[in-house]
């Protein structure tokens, strides 16, 4: 995948790492994934790339989200274990309200940035499948948003999204 910053840099993803290049300084920086290694990329297997309303950089590998910190240069990452509901993240969107959506293996997740929070969706919920494909999402000008999986796609306004909140009694 490839995606042009508004830092005015381009990032490659491989099936062998995450690449930037400067093209005012032609600098050409390569980031991998070292095992042990803290604040490096979780996996070498680069899906997708976007930037946030905040220019932040969320990098979707074989092994969960990837958040880059340019202040730092320190790769920071969620997987299962941190409420993504699968490793392989395939696509990442913002919505005009600041949350991303990630469509993974194993169905699709609403972040809070902010908050670190995800809410997960699948099948059950009306998903297509619980199965994306990898590069298969985008964001119409208009908000909504289509992800592509096994069985079809989806398509939704992030904004229209409304939680349900009425407990039944037990």
């Known amino acids: 995948c490839v995606y042009n910053d508004s830092k005015g840099l381009t990032w490659i993803g491989t099936e062998s790492g995450l690449h930037s290049y400067d093209l005012l300084t032609e600098e050409f920086k390569t980031f991998e994934a070292e095992a042990g290694k803290q604040f490096v990329l979780s996996n070498n297997f680069i899906y997708c790339i976007t930037e946030d309303k905040n220019h932040d950089l969320w990098i979707g590998t074989g092994r969960g ?79 909504f948003m289509f992800f592509g999986g096994i069985n079809g796609f989806n398509v939704f306004h992030p904004e229209q999204v409304k939680e349900n909140e009425y407990l039944p009694q037990i």
């Not at 790769?75 to 969107?93: A, E, M, R, W």
């Not at 600041?98 to 009306?126: C, M, Q, V």
């Open 65 to 143: 989200l990837n958040f880059y910190e340019r202040r730092t240069g320190r790769f920071y990452y969620y997987t299962d274990k941190h409420g993504l509901p699968g490793n392989s993240v395939y696509s990442i969107q913002e919505s005009a309200g600041g949350d991303l959506w990630i469509s993974t293996i194993n169905g699709l997740a609403r972040l809070n940035p902010e908050t670190k929070k995800f809410r997960n969706y699948f099948s059950h919920d009306g998903l297509q499948s619980n199965e994306f494909l990898p590069g298969a999402g985008t964001t119409l000008l208009n908000g």
